[in-house]
């Protein structure tokens, strides 16, 4: 799908390549201080505050009829703002390590806990460690198609796929809770290779997680609407769905959009680092769309520059965009970024083509591959 031409580097010119994207790192963690706290504590009380609003005017809409449409459609709206910076620019941030040096325990990355089904431990291992070190290699990053969808050619097709197309509208609603079971190895389980104990062992944090979120949602405050529990019920429910699909157009839009590559493991044998920077880059894809598009994306509008750093404050991502995208020039490097529209358009093109039979093109393996790199 990709006609995008990367120049093959030499070793000596990778190695340089990668020296100047240490240097970028470094100059910046030596800035990092006073103003990444004041942002990051700004980004917790707006979802703190957006969230006591959002809940409050659910429970006005519930108990003043008069009001009840626009005060619930303005309470999904300030909920769900407060659920997407709190997932997105807070959570996810948070638990790469990105703020540890303020020393906060409200704010470190090995113990926070997301307002989401998904465990905070479950998350820092499939994507922290699983996603971020082997990112786009098959067999070894599970969000290439989280083990439902065919999304590369260079994944094995299979009749189930043909589905494809209705599961990744419903994996969009429900995708909070893809990401919580994640890590339970389902299609172990039911190719019986793992043991129902070994499962259920697995599953009970989880099924503690998505217990205490479903009764915090879907009990304890749409209770305190008394008779109108089902006003406020709906208004979770609303919250999380659309939170839910603005997390995975944001996340399909950062690896799976026409011009992202995936890689054979073979790829990352011996891998230097700069041929890890120049897979991340050829794996990942950036949005234009501004500060807005930064914040609710939880600067994932960068996310190239996020699997360059994912442990420097996100904040900065935008700064740094600038030298990382003169770097890629003059090494001959693509740096695929595009608006939401367009990248999210091609990921759509990618479920529908990918959904049939299809080979890789001969032009996508000899054009600058990694492997020749």
Known sequence: MSRVHNRALS???LQSFGDELDAIRARVQRQVGADDARYIRRIVAA????????????LVGAFVHSVLIPAWIAGVVLLTLSKILENME???NVMHGQYDWMGDPQLNGNTYEWDIVATGDNWRKTHNFKHHTYTNVRGMDD????GLLRIFPEQRWRPFYLLQPFIAVVFALLFEW????QDLRLGRWFAGKMKTAELRALFLPVGRKMGRQMLKDYVVFP?????FFLTVLLGNLAANVLRSIWTFVIIFCGHFTADAEVFPKESIRNESRGHWYLRQLRGSSNLTGGKLMNVLSGNLSHQIEHHFYPDLPANRYAQIAVEVKQVCARYGQHYNTGSLPRQFGQVMWRIVRHAFPSRPKPARQSSGALQSA
């Not at 969000?143 to 989280?146: A, E, N, R, S």
């Not at 209770?223 to 008779?227: H, I, Q, R, S, T």
Request: no cysteine.
């Open 11 to 13: 070793a000596g010119e």
């Open 47 to 58: 979802v703190r505050w957006t969230g006591v609003a959002g809940r409050a005017l659910l």
């Open 90 to 92: 807070l959570g996810h």
């Open 143 to 146: 969000d290439i198609g989280y």
């Open 178 to 181: 893809g990401v919580a079971i």
């Open 223 to 227: 209770l305190l609407a008394g008779p």
